[in-house]
């Protein structure tokens, strides 16, 4: 059994995007009381750990002053200056009172998940805020102002870590991979919906690093409707073996749950099965493993997805039933499913032959353009 953390705090709950963004911060809460209500916080191997918030000199590790200053500037909830011109404003990135302070507690606990798996205190450590994948340097992008799964790999990488990052969100990510894209010292792999058909339009199998890092940026973009057979095919093809070859000391990974059928903002059409079989050969694969969350905008899939991923990662199995207390206590709030791996299963979407050859392809490429230099 390995010693893991699951890090959160309820002051997640003081920020709020807005009543009509996609991304709702009581997923959080609700994920935490699902996780709780299973007794996954009382197993002898677990540490739960209350988040602290980064310092500011943490977020200077990737993000310009000018941008932090920015933020802070925002922080009171109000649009100044030109906030525009850094991705701020009504829309995918709003300024909400206290979203300094939001991005300092979501990168506080990303670091506190790579502190616990590199000072010898466990394997595997959950923070179910982070993954704000779409953060650039200088500018806020797809709901994410800081940047947290770079900074995370940057004090790994500080403390000597080989690092390997593995993106599962269905947005491809891309300020994970522009800020590692000309350094061997982190392979990054990202499976998302291809850019053609969602945000943010990049991610395709030709993007490969750069320079030094030429061959240590990985993608592979499926097709809209692209299920759970051919994207575990797809993933079995490429990651394990590429973990195997670059041979990380520590594998962070963004777990976006937006993946699903019946998300409401992407096209891909896994089910909670499908994610399942990833996270537990992740599980397999990982020597250690930095586990952060990502998107998910249908708040039932994301509740049960990061509990049963809480689970795999403690080598627990749950009962189908969600216990009592969790219902009772959530009644009203967009719990749909009362089993764990229940709902309707996606309909296959005439899972055509066109996208089985659109990712033979693309694997076939990846293969051939890609794997002998990672193997050296
Ligand atoms: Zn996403």
Same mark, same amino acid.
Request: glycine fraction near 10%.
């Given at each position: 059994?390995?010693?893991?953390?699951?890090?959160?705090?309820?002051?997640?709950?003081?920020?709020?995007?807005?009543?009509?963004?996609?991304?709702?911060?009581?997923?959080?809460?609700?994920?935490?009381?699902?996780?709780?209500?299973?007794?996954?916080?009382?197993?002898?191997?677990?540490?739960?750990?209350?988040?602290?918030?980064?310092?500011?000199?943490?977020?200077?590790?990737?993000?310009?002053?000018?941008?932090?200053?920015?933020?802070?500037?925002?922080?009171?909830?109000?649009?100044?200056?030109?906030?525009?011109?850094?991705?701020?404003?009504?829309?995918?990135?709003?300024?909400?009172? $206290?979203?300094?302070?939001?991005?300092?507690?979501?990168?506080?606990?990303?670091?506190?998940?790579?502190?616990?798996?590199?000072?010898?205190?466990?394997?595997?450590?959950?923070?179910?805020?982070?993954?704000?994948?779409?953060?650039?340097?200088?500018?806020?992008?797809?709901?994410?102002?800081?940047?947290?799964?770079?900074?995370?790999?940057?004090?790994?990488?500080?403390?000597?870590?080989?690092?390997?990052?593995?993106?599962?969100?269905?947005?491809? #990510?891309?300020?994970?991979?522009?800020?590692?894209?000309?350094?061997?010292?982190? /392979?990054?792999?990202?499976?998302?919906?291809?850019? =053609?058909?969602?945000?943010?339009?990049? $991610?395709?199998? =030709?993007?490969?690093?750069?320079?030094?890092?030429?061959?240590?940026?990985?993608?592979?973009?499926?097709?809209?409707?692209?299920?759970?057979?051919? =994207?575990?095919?797809?993933?079995?093809?490429?990651?394990?073996?590429?973990?195997?070859?670059?041979?990380?000391?520590?594998?962070?990974?963004?777990?976006?749950?937006?993946?699903?059928?019946?998300?409401?903002?992407?096209?891909?059409?896994?089910?909670?099965?499908?994610?399942?079989?990833?996270?537990?050969?992740?599980?397999?694969?990982?020597?250690?493993?930095?586990? /952060?969350?990502?998107?998910?905008?249908?708040?039932?899939?994301?509740?049960?997805?990061?509990?049963?991923?809480?689970?795999?990662?403690?080598?627990?199995?749950?009962?189908?039933?969600?216990?009592?207390?969790?219902?009772?206590?959530?009644?009203?709030?967009?719990?749909?499913?009362?089993?764990?791996?229940? #709902?309707?299963?996606?309909?296959?979407?005439?899972?055509?032959?066109?996208?089985?050859?659109?990712?033979?392809?693309?694997?076939? =490429?990846?293969?051939?353009?890609?794997?002998?230099?990672?193997?050296?």
């Amino acid at each position: 059994m390995k010693e893991t953390a699951f890090i959160y705090t309820d002051a997640y709950l003081d920020y709020d995007y807005g009543s009509s963004h996609p991304l709702q911060i009581k997923r959080l809460k609700l994920t935490y009381e699902l996780i709780k209500a299973y007794g996954l916080l009382d197993l002898p191997s677990v540490q739960f750990i209350p988040t602290i918030k980064a310092e500011e000199e943490h977020l200077t590790l990737f993000h310009s002053k000018d941008y932090l200053d920015v933020l802070k500037q925002a922080d009171e909830g109000h649009l100044k200056g030109n906030a525009n011109s850094f991705g701020l404003g009504p829309g995918d990135n709003p300024i909400f009172p $206290g979203l300094y302070d939001w991005s300092l507690w979501v990168t506080g606990a990303t670091l506190q998940a790579v502190d616990f798996v590199t000072d010898g205190k466990g394997e595997i450590a959950f923070n179910i805020a982070g993954g704000l994948h779409h953060a650039l340097r200088s500018r806020a992008s797809g709901f994410c102002y800081i940047n947290d799964p770079v900074i995370g790999i940057l004090r790994l990488l500080d403390r000597g870590k080989r690092v390997l990052y593995i993106d599962i969100d269905a947005h491809h #990510g891309d300020g994970v991979q522009k800020a590692f894209y000309e350094t061997d010292q982190v /392979l990054t792999i990202s499976l998302h919906e291809s850019g =053609y058909t969602l945000f943010p339009g990049t $991610g395709h199998e =030709y993007e490969m690093g750069r320079g030094k890092g030429e061959g240590y940026s990985i993608n592979l973009p499926f097709p809209p409707y692209t299920d759970d057979e051919l =994207y575990l095919w797809a993933f079995e093809e490429i990651v394990p073996e590429l973990i195997l070859a670059f041979s990380p000391d520590v594998v962070v990974t963004q777990l976006g749950v937006d993946t699903f059928y019946n998300d409401p903002l992407t096209n891909l059409h896994l089910s909670i099965e499908g994610y399942e079989k990833v996270l537990r050969r992740i599980k397999e694969l990982a020597p250690k493993w930095v586990a /952060l969350g990502g998107g998910g905008y249908n708040i039932s899939n994301v509740v049960r997805s990061w509990t049963l991923a809480w689970a795999i990662m403690n080598e627990v199995e749950l009962n189908e039933e969600l216990p009592e207390s969790f219902l009772k206590k959530t009644a009203g709030m967009e719990i749909e499913e009362k089993k764990l791996r229940g #709902g309707q299963k996606p309909t296959l979407h005439t899972q055509n032959n066109d996208n089985r050859m659109e990712m033979e392809r693309v694997v076939g =490429y990846l293969k051939e353009k890609y794997f002998l230099k990672i193997k050296g």
